[in-house]
T-cell receptor
């Protein structure tokens, strides 16, 4: 079956613009996670959902970052008023129900000029 | 505050020999540990895991060892193959099956033919 997909794969934006990153989890997976990965580092937890409920958003860096999963499937990570320090790979993962064995998507490479 | 540390950025091993990748953690609440493997331009893929109630878990050529008193785990690959060349991430989770993962910085393994 299809794995986790993310779109766009690459996004270049100007400082101050808003961006929306999309994640399509594996069909039927209850849990969905967002991570951010800087070059040469491991993924850094941002937030996660069970169904449509946001369970933990402790990793979101500030209030410019938000995420939603309104129907318990597709999720969107939104960054408002982007800054250069937001440039990173943003990864989405899903799992059947809260398991630590998560399936990762290919990521969205965000570059803020 | 790096709770999961992989102190070796890279490792080079001859084909057929053993590869040993190390990981240290500081948070005594971590009770589940995982290794992920990542090829270029792909997302991390789950490799093997271990619960804190065990000290060893084996899956084919891959074995993970956990030393709770030293807060240390290691991944052994025997025998190493050129296709094992990738970045390996150690990850940990705490307090039940939340699925929130804390990753190390990664170790790049190169297996030479």
């Amino acid at each position: 079956g299809a794995g986790v997909s993310q779109s766009p794969r690459y996004k270049v934006t100007k400082r101050g613009q808003d961006v929306a990153l999309r994640c399509d989890p594996i069909s039927g997976h209850v849990s969905l996670y967002w991570y951010r990965q800087a070059l040469g580092q491991g993924p850094e937890f941002l937030t996660y959902f069970n169904y449509e409920a946001q369970q933990d958003k402790s990793g979101l860096p500030n209030d410019r970052f938000s995420a939603e999963r309104p129907e318990g499937s597709i999720s969107t990570l939104t960054i408002q008023r982007t800054e250069q320090r937001d440039s990173a790979m943003y990864r989405c993962a899903s799992s059947p129900k809260g398991e630590s064995e998560q399936f990762f998507g290919p990521g969205t490479r965000l570059t803020v000029l | 505050d790096q709770q999961v540390k992989q102190n070796s950025p890279s490792l080079s091993v001859q084909e057929g020999r053993i590869s040993i990748l190390n990981c240290d953690y500081t948070n005594s609440m971590f009770d589940y540990f995982l290794w992920y493997k990542k090829y270029p331009a792909e997302g991390p893929t789950f490799l093997i895991s271990i619960s804190s109630i065990k000290d060893k878990n084996e899956d084919g050529r891959f074995t993970v060892f956990l030393n709770k008193s030293a807060k240390h785990l290691s991944l052994h690959i025997v025998p190493s193959q050129p296709g094992d060349s990738a970045v390996y991430f150690c990850a940990a989770s705490a307090g039940g099956n939340t699925g929130k993962l804390i990753f190390g910085q990664g170790t790049t393994l190169q297996v030479k033919p």
